[in-house]
């Protein structure tokens, strides 16, 4: 796995930003990552740690916020992208699927996938394919292609919005809370799709989630944010066994040990957030 010395190899990197809502809301102060090409790397905390935040800074859609990145830099194959239009983004190759699985209500699903080749020029004989792409990877698009998006599930929803994502042909993809809302068996199989299409298709994923355990198990690297900052980051197999991510963020404490686990935690923690 990268670290800090080796940067050649990374498609996205963070650097030190900071952003503000509303020109007074200090949110983000100073986060950096890096996202290596082809891996998978989760952005880790609870409610309001400023996952969402970091993802619009990448994609560029503070600005309808309301929100600024007022330092710091994010480059994108080297290049400062900062200043793109989500539109321009797009076209070298990032797109983010948003919290909350936004899909065209009205539309069906087929649609609705089509919609996410709009910034390509593209044959129809390319976009048939690619939405065949999306039907293996999605069979349950398949069966409900002709179905109006907004009376099927939450997952196939989420579905929905990863596949229009796709029809884009992206090179990275930001995924913001895919876990959200959804039965486990569903989250595990959503999980596992951007597991093939990262493996298969060489996608490269940056996603925020919540759900620690189940984004540890299936990412590369993880990073850990609190209150506007990044207090951890690690191989995802080393902060999956750290055991202050274990108690913190599994929710693993031992019951016997406890008091022992919380004196140490509690001083650990004090160093991260120093
Ligand atoms: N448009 C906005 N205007 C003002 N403050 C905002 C805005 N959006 C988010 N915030 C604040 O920024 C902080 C970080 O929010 P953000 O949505 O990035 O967190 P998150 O880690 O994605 O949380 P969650 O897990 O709940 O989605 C929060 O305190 C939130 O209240
Ligand atoms: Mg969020």
Not at 13 to 32: A, C, D, F, M, P
Not at 185 to 203: P, R, T
């Amino acid at each position: 796995m990268l670290d800090g010395a080796e940067t050649e190899d990374s498609l996205l990197e963070v650097n030190n930003i900071e952003v503000i809502y509303n020109h007074v809301i200090l949110v983000l102060k100073g986060v950096s990552l890096k996202v290596p090409k082809g891996g998978i790397t989760a952005l880790l905390g609870g409610n309001g740690a400023g996952k969402t935040t970091t993802l619009k800074a990448v994609s560029n859609l503070l600005r309808s916020e309301r929100g600024e990145v007022t330092k710091g830099s994010i480059k994108y194959r080297g290049e400062r992208v900062q200043d793109l239009v989500p539109s321009e983004l797009v076209k070298k190759g990032v797109i983010q699927v948003m919290e909350g699985r936004h899909c065209f209500e009205h539309l069906t699903v087929e649609e609705n996938l089509l919609t996410g080749a709009y910034t390509r020029r593209a044959s129809r004989g390319e976009i048939d394919a690619d939405l065949n792409m999306v039907y293996d990877y999605f069979p349950r698009l398949k069966e409900r292609r002709k179905s109006q998006a907004g009376y099927t599930s939450g997952g196939e929803q989420q579905m929905v919005a990863i596949g229009r994502a796709l029809m884009s042909r992206p090179e990275m993809i930001l995924l913001d809370e895919p876990s959200m809302g959804l039965a486990p068996q569903l989250v595990e199989e959503i999980f596992n799709i951007v597991k093939s299409l990262n493996e298969n298709e060489g996608a490269t994923f940056l996603l925020a989630e919540q759900n620690t355990n189940v984004a540890l198990r299936f990412a590369h690297y993880g990073y850990i944010l609190e209150n506007g900052r990044v207090v951890m980051d690690g191989p995802a197999k080393e902060l999956r066994e750290n055991p202050d991510v274990k108690e913190f963020y599994l929710g693993m404490s031992d019951e016997g040990r406890k008091s022992f686990r919380d004196v140490r935690s509690y001083r650990r923690r004090k160093r991260w957030l120093s």
